[in-house]
């Protein structure tokens, strides 16, 4: 833009994602100052498994750091802190004195570990170790990967156990290597990050030893766990050298944190290829009964830990562009709702995308996906509105299970993600949550939260209710439904998603 | 018959031989297929190539066809893709403005509102998508008049309604608007279709430099305007916002 930027002093965020690692410089209002950004390749060794280079992630790191920092025109000076958010549960384990990843990182997608979990149920099942971790054995979190690879590869054990290997998820990584790596590298993780490894005791925020004991994992290896806002130390090198190193977040908990979802019952959802609900339950770890994942939120300082719940969505985004790649019904993504406008309803369709099974609150490995209520009447309109509206009744079904677990009504909805530009699909969402649904001026939350802790952390911003006033609405839809049409078409969609339970027969491998 | 111009024909020829599959061939080969010398055949393939309808692989040095082929098929912008395009940069505007940000199109005789940025105060505010606004008043409709001659032609055509006692009415009057427009890059509308409202709107422009939209920032007159009308740092602001989009649509930089 034309008009000057308030000048420094400066927070850089680096989100350290799936796809990319990027680092965006933020001023005082929360305001983008410059983005560099830099893809990583992904790697698929066999059907179900992905990796990561993380030598290419930590060059790729250093480089988009340098990039927005001479895109800003700035120099360290004028940063006052380092943020850091990074996707969740991705698995690392590296040789500590010189600081070579022993494998590839395994990356939370990757299903490598499932037969693993079903073992490490024993005769307890999936909840063996929700009440201490508030997570269902499932091959997304770290702890599994990281036995996976001990027992994988050739005297890893060994080496482990002598104190000659580290573990990270990616925020250590990044940390590790920004504070000098094998010269000196702070070993550290978040709580946020530490509780996705099911190796966390969500109540005592430390390393559970009888998990630990149970799933083979030696204590050796472990970062020490911090709060999400602090000092954990310096850049030892690079452009921002000197500079204090002052947040991790996971990127969903950062999103929170960036969307400033600070009092209790409020709640953000991310809509991307999946989608992922987050609401802040203060400091209560609430159990989840109705499939939901019991996750800390943030911590900032030595203040008390704040926790969520979370209910992640397998297919939103990714439904679209199947209508768009693999039925080839539109040409963008953003012609959904072109097409979808153009009728007034759904004409009966209802389309449950169970590509993989239900997840939250379901859990259903053996449903498959299902277009419902069909007759010659419907079109390729009507199927494209039911596209949007699953969307939306699955997030009405994530945040009744919130409200069923907290006992907290949803006030309002913030959202974030690139399916918030499409306009039908966020009065949809309104209409069938019977709640206003948000969108903040700043559509890069997840890296902005990362800055706003950071920042808290160095003084930058002297607490929360300042983060709160950089808040600005940027759009809102209040909803229009009428109650009765809204109850009715709830209970079509839920028809609808009891046909796609018990699909696939007991015997049958997944397709 | 009438008669036709050999280089056309030859042109043509020269597509469908590049058309006939996946791929790419040299110079000789396209001279020889066509029975042309190889001076005339590279003269057409240069032309074309100019026009973006046939490209020249820079290791090889062979011809395909060009992306502008491709274009040709699906000249239409989607609305929805225009809004996805858009929302960074409107998001950016509103925030550097302090005001409401609205992105329209030309829709019969009006102008559709197709997204719209609150005005990032914590006041209560109406999502304004879908609505229509007049074409021959506000900032946005006198973009579209000015640039895009189907707008221009309703505009015309249509009642040019006195929502004001400053709404420009008469034709003479309205030309002269639409001149000023066009020789600014820029349209104001102070007081002219809302008492105490003013905007100020610049067009965007698709890859082919067609006019597919406008956006624009609407403020209170008292805070969007000085003595001099609108306030110069807004009005570079709403067109550098119009520049990023058009940019992000293909459109070279102008």
Redesign the interface.
């Given at each position: 833009?034309?008009?000057a930027h308030t000048a420094g002093p400066f927070i850089a965020a680096i989100d350290q994602g799936t796809t990319s690692s990027r680092c965006i410089v933020f001023d005082t209002?929360g305001?983008?100052v410059a983005v560099d950004q830099k893809e990583h390749e992904q790697i698929f060794p066999k059907p179900g498994w992905v990796e990561h280079d993380a030598a290419e992630i930590w060059t790729n790191v250093r480089q988009v750091v340098d990039g927005a920092v001479e895109k800003a025109g700035i120099t360290a000076a004028d940063v006052k802190a380092i943020g850091i958010t990074n996707q969740r549960e991705t698995t690392l384990l590296w040789d500590k004195a010189t600081g070579e990843p022993v494998h590839n990182a395994i990356v939370w997608q990757d299903t490598r570990t499932d037969a693993l979990c079903r073992e490490l149920g024993r005769n307890v099942g999936k909840d063996r170790f929700r009440r201490e971790t508030g997570l269902p054995l499932a091959s997304y979190f770290a702890g599994p990967k990281i036995r996976w690879l001990l027992d994988n590869v050739d005297g890893l054990r060994e080496r482990a156990e002598a104190g000659e290997i580290l573990f990270g998820t990616m925020d250590s990584w990044v940390i590790w290597n920004l504070t000098g790596g094998p010269d000196g590298g702070v070993h550290v993780t978040d709580v946020t990050n530490a509780s996705r490894t099911m190796l966390m005791n969500l109540h005592t925020l430390e390393w559970d030893p009888k998990i630990l004991n149970s799933m083979g994992v030696p204590a050796a290896v472990l970062p020490e766990i911090r709060s999400s806002a602090e000092v954990y130390g310096e850049a030892k090198s690079g452009v921002l050298a000197g500079v204090p190193v002052a947040s991790a977040l996971g990127d969903q908990q950062a999103a929170l944190f960036g969307q400033t979802c600070f009092e209790e019952g409020e709640a953000k959802s991310t809509y991307g290829t999946g989608t992922f609900l987050l609401m802040n339950t203060a400091g209560t770890p609430v159990n989840s009964y109705h499939g939901l994942v019991t996750t800390v939120g943030y911590r900032i300082g030595d203040q008390a830990p704040v926790y969520a719940l979370e209910g992640s969505i397998a297919i939103t985004g990714a439904l679209v562009q199947w209508m768009r790649d693999q039925m080839g019904l539109i040409?963008?993504?953003?012609?959904?709702?072109?097409l979808a406008s153009s009728v007034e309803d759904n004409g009966g369709a209802y389309f449950v995308p169970a590509f993989s099974g239900l997840f939250a609150p379901y859990w259903r490995d053996d449903a498959r996906g299902v277009i419902a209520g069909l007759t010659r009447y419907v079109t390729k309109a009507h199927i494209a509105r039911a596209v949007l509206e699953a969307t939306a009744w699955q997030t009405r079904e994530i945040t009744d299970a919130m409200r069923k677990d907290s006992g907290t009504e949803l006030a309002s909805l913030k959202v974030d993600g690139?399916m918030?530009?499409?306009?039908l699909l966020m009065q949809t969402l309104a209409d069938v949550l019977d709640a206003p649904v948000v969108r903040p001026?700043?559509?890069e939350t997840t890296c902005l939260g990362a800055a706003y802790a950071a920042g808290l952390a160095v003084g930058y911003w002297p607490d929360t209710d300042a983060l709160r006033a950089n808040w600005?609405?940027?759009?809102?839809?209040t909803p229009r439904m009428d109650a009765a049409d809204r109850q009715r078409e709830y209970k079509n969609w839920l028809k609808a998603v009891e046909r796609t339970m018990g699909w696939l027969e007991n015997d049958e491998q997944e397709h | 018959m009438a008669r036709t111009i050999q280089s056309l024909e030859r042109a043509a020829a020269m597509l469908r031989l590049l058309a006939g599959g996946e791929r790419r061939l040299g110079l000789s080969e396209v001279a020889a297929a066509l029975g042309l010398a190889k001076g005339t055949a590279h003269g057409i393939l240069r032309t074309l190539q100019q026009e973006g309808f046939v490209e020249q692989d820079a290791a090889s040095g062979r011809y395909q066809l060009g992306a502008e082929m491709l274009r040709l098929g699906q000249s239409y912008l989607d609305v929805n893709e225009l809004r996805a395009r858009a929302l960074v940069w409107t998001d950016d505007l509103a925030r550097s403005s302090g005001e409401s940000v609205h992105l329209g199109v030309l829709h019969q005789s009006g102008v559709l509102i197709v997204h719209h940025v609150f005005r990032p105060d914590d006041s209560r505010q109406v999502l304004e998508v879908g609505a229509m606004q007049p074409l021959h008043s506000t900032a946005l409709g006198k973009v579209l008049a000015a640039y895009d001659p189907v707008a221009h032609a309703e505009a015309v055509e249509g009642g040019r309604e006195a929502f004001t006692d400053r709404t420009v009415t008469k034709a003479e009057e309205f030309e002269a608007v639409l001149d000023l427009t066009r020789a600014r890059g820029w349209a104001s509308d102070i007081e002219e279709t809302w008492a105490g409202v003013a905007s100020v709107a610049a067009p965007i422009h698709n890859r082919r430099r067609m006019p597919v939209g406008a956006v624009g920032v609407t403020g209170a007159v008292e805070r969007v305007c000085d003595g001099a009308g609108l306030r110069s740092r807004l009005v570079a602001a709403v067109r550098d916002c119009a520049r990023a989009v058009s940019r992000d649509l293909g459109a070279g930089r102008f």
């Open positions: 833009m034309t008009d209002d305001r983008i040409n963008s993504a953003a012609e959904i709702e072109t690139g918030t530009s499409n306009n001026l700043v559509a600005r609405r940027a759009a809102e839809w | -």
